[in-house]
């Protein structure tokens, strides 16, 4: 991955040049390639970049596991990925893939099945698309 | 917002508890309603959050800039949410916005104009929906 340039060319070149933060990481969104709904937002250090980048399926890092991760190694729900796009300021990537079973490992098949209300003062959440594809219990069981 | 709880309450309950990191954040995937195109990903701190579920109009918070950010507010090109959605761990959030002109400061309508490419063991980028809906100079100039 190429040395970090100016402004304008970071935003208006076409040299991929991600720009990691301090705990060198950089944000993924990713979208089902086909409802173009919001599956998930997750993280990926240079080496999870690298994988997803050569392999055409997500890879991650978790930060709160500390690892690099290949989405679905557990449950079997992989990533294929169709297309990645980096944004202006390249510290974040958006993903359009082609979700097998579900994202969330929650078992829905989007980690945003709660939408976020307001009134009177009060903000609550509700449920929204949040059946269940799979059940957590089973596929995540040692 | 409610003091923290448990995971299963965080994950399958109905309060508000959104997840700021150690920096005081939570990221935010902008998406289009109409045409369900990632806009752009951005932060919110407590106050950007809050000052968003009260106006029904996307609020930031600029790490660089280090300050609250109302989107459009130099610009014109302001966020009117539709839908807000909060994800399992409640540190992530997606908004649903009519987005008036463009969400990117360069003045295309997405961040996202540029796809990642790779052949030969090299990744470049090259512009998709690139069109620029706005001339930055002049919607930026003091």
Redesign the interface.
């Given at each position: 991955?190429s040395t970090p340039s100016g402004i304008n060319d970071i935003?208006?070149?076409?040299?991929?040049q991600p720009k990691f933060d301090a705990a060198g990481l950089v944000?993924c969104?990713a979208?089902d390639a086909t409802t173009?709904?919001?599956l998930?937002?997750a993280h990926m250090n240079e080496e999870a970049l690298r994988k997803t980048?050569?392999s055409g399926e997500a890879w991650y890092y978790s930060r709160s596991r500390k690892s690099l991760w290949r989405k679905g190694e557990t449950s079997g729900h992989v990533q294929r990925v169709v297309?990645?796009?980096?944004?202006?300021?390249q510290d974040?990537?958006?993903i359009r893939v082609e979700q097998s079973g579900a994202a969330?490992?929650?078992g829905?098949r989007s980690?945003?099945?709660?939408?976020?209300d307001?009134g009177e003062g009060r903000?609550?959440?509700?449920?929204?698309d949040a059946d269940k594809v799979f059940d957590p219990k089973a596929v995540y069981r040692k």
């Open positions: 991955m935003e208006e070149g076409l040299a991929f944000t969104v979208t173009s709904e919001v998930m937002v980048i050569a297309e990645m796009r980096m944004d202006c300021d974040a990537i958006w969330c490992h929650t829905r980690c945003f099945y709660r939408r976020i307001s903000t609550r959440l509700s449920f929204v």
